[in-house]
């Protein structure tokens, strides 16, 4: 039975943290349409607004150009994602130190995948793994902020070294469903567990379809000494052939009943429809279940993730909210 935007979203908390996830664009009409779209998703006032990284720096100029127009248009927070693939550590360091030099303070640490074409016993990197991507986001930071003495209040002539700032988020990815090249959970929540370790301080879900795959991985997570918040990553998918593109990638299969009724709709409208209304469903669910906000997955257009944010009637102003809940 295809949803409906009659269908209940559950109950959802009054206030929930909210962030997106963008990608570069390819050419000036599309850099111009997305634009627009951060200009409408700032308006919701979201945690932050992440966006993609090609392998090698395939896309670091327009990347950063996406960032830089965050920064100075809106008050989202941007957050870049990093990747090891390709990368020395000279690289790596210098590309960090550009980002923080450019105001950028939240990152997305991922390991990240080599070429379809390239050897799988190449290597992707001097850096192997997103942990010791997060140490190094670290490490840069403190080289660019040097020691320092500071006065100790109310003890004359004593001081201490000053506390060095820290990048607002470091995240890594998490994977509900299993990562494919992992050989069970276990080494899934070992690996997550090392990432928090080595400094990230938030974990983001790739998709997932059920939520009883996130609720059952955060438990597991918990259970294995996982504290860090871990955000369910979701995508209002309005397509079949965007659905089917995303279990190629993935290796996830949705459920039959989203691929059928997607396949069999020949109108858009109702596929938008079917699209909006199975992730307010999944959203609705996983926030039900504790999830601490929702990482919306855009494909950088605005209209049906803010759908989502709509139905659940989640749309409140971060910073009113921090403010009220400070006093």
Known sequence: MAATASDPPGDCPSFVPVSFELFPPRTDAAAIALGRTIDRLAEVDPA?????????????????????????????????????????HVEANRLVREFLDAGITSFLALRGDPPADADPDAGIGDLG??????????????EREPFEQVRVPGNPGASR???????????????????????????????????????????????????????????????GGVTIPILPGIMPVTTPARLARLTELTGVEPPAELSINLEIEPDAAAQIELGVAFATRLAADVLAGGAPGLHLYTFNRHEAVLDVVDRLGIRADRLAHERNTTR
């Open 129 to 142: 793994s997103a942990a010791e991507l997060v140490q190094l986001i670290h490490r840069v930071q403190e």
């Open 48 to 88: 932050f607004i992440s966006v993609t990284f090609g392998a090698g720096g395939s896309s670091r100029q327009r990347s950063l150009t996406v960032l830089r127009y965050m920064l100075e248009h809106t008050r989202a927070e941007p957050m870049a994602h990093l990747t090891c693939v390709g990368s020395s």
């Open 161 to 223: 070294i000053r506390e060095r700032p820290r990048p607002e988020r470091v995240a890594v990815a998490a994977f509900p469903t299993g990562h494919p090249r992992s050989r069970g959970v276990g080494q899934d929540i070992d690996t997550l567990l090392a990432k928090e370790i080595a400094g990230a301080n938030l974990a983001i879900t790739q998709l997932f379809w059920r939520a009883d795959d996130y609720l059952g991985f955060v438990e597991r997570a918990r259970a």
